[in-house]
T-cell receptor, first 113, second 115 residues
């Protein structure tokens, strides 16, 4: 079936370190891919998205490239800040008029000064 | 503009009791979604309203869960009777009328604990 797999957390980094959070997916057709972020005490916020193969989504210094050949959408940031500490969710939306999002289990990131 | 709001933020009930969760979407958003995250696992889709109609309820786990959206504004999700495995965080999201993908805006969630 359709699913999203993320690397397990927590991921603990020092400020200014390089971040990668792996995400792979299984889906029929040509899904759209998303990264959502949940800061403490808040709802999920859309961080970035990509709607077709080889698209790169980017926002707030974060990037992810839609790789159809490896069915991946890994999240990267060159230099993390303490304020990036949050839970990150990878998600997909199937093509063909389905609106629901299919999420991974989330990866908690803790950045220390 | 106010975002998606959910009430209560936390609820602790005993097995067998009834709980009703409420979601107020962003004003004017026709689409309303319920999701839940159980035990730190993936967030799972429950159902999707378009205005007051249920568009997709394929994720509802069983008939102990009842969702309504009277008048196409706020929505309620009732769990009756609650079981231990219903514990988790219930998220609501809304988006504007369909026509291409519209970003889903999420509320902060309701944390439900069933003892």
């Amino acid at each position: 079936g359709n699913s999203v797999t993320q690397m397990e957390g927590p991921v603990t980094l020092s400020e200014e370190a390089f971040l990668t959070i792996n995400c792979t997916y299984t889906a029929t057709g040509y899904p759209s891919l998303f990264w959502y972020v949940q800061y403490p005490g808040e709802g999920l916020q859309l961080l970035l998205k990509a709607t077709k193969a080889d698209d790169k989504g980017s926002n707030k210094g974060f990037e992810a490239t839609y790789r159809k050949e490896t069915t991946s959408f890994h999240l990267e940031k060159g230099s993390v800040q303490v304020s990036d500490s949050a839970v990150y969710f990878c998600a997909l939306k199937l093509s063909g008029g389905y609106n629901k999002l299919i999420f991974g289990a989330g990866t908690r990131l803790a950045v220390h000064p | 503009e106010a975002g998606v709001t959910q009430f209560p933020s936390h609820s602790v009930i005993e097995k067998g009791q009834t709980v009703t969760l409420r979601c107020d979407p962003i004003s004017g958003h026709d689409n309303l979604y319920w999701y839940r995250r159980v035990m730190g696992k993936e967030i799972k889709f429950l159902l999707h309203f378009v205005k007051e109609s249920k568009q997709d309820e394929s994720g509802m786990p069983n008939n102990r869960f009842l969702a309504e959206r009277t008048g196409g504004t706020y929505s309620t999700l009732k769990v009756q009777p609650a079981e231990l495995e219903d514990s988790g965080v219930y998220f609501c999201a809304s988006s504007p009328a369909s026509g291409g993908y519209n970003e889903q805006f999420f509320g902060p969630g309701t944390r439900l604990t069933v003892l």
